[in-house]
């Protein structure tokens, strides 16, 4: 979920959801790169010590661009 503030300071700086992923973090915090048949394990490991956890993305081979799946749907405004 993004953070009000986050939200907040994209509205009223008039960002598309498009600058808003350019721009800002949209309150992701520490980010865990981890291997595709361990996130079940990393994920049980984290909630039993008590932290939230969500999927932000994969990484996939390409061309170098980043591509944001479900623009649009990130915090349910059109800037």
């Known amino acids: 979920p993004v953070p009000a503030i986050v939200k907040y300071v994209c509205e009223a700086a008039d ?38 956890t969500y999927r932000v ?7 170098g661009e980043v591509e944001y799946t479900g623009e649009g749907n990130l915090y349910g405004y059109e800037g």
């Open 15 to 52: 960002l598309s959801e498009g600058q808003a992923l350019k721009t800002f973090n949209m309150g992701v915090g520490m980010i865990l790169i981890v291997d595709p048949d361990r996130v079940d394990e990393v994920g049980i490991a984290l909630a039993k010590a008590g932290e939230t």
């Open 57 to 63: 993305g994969r990484i996939v081979a390409g061309a």
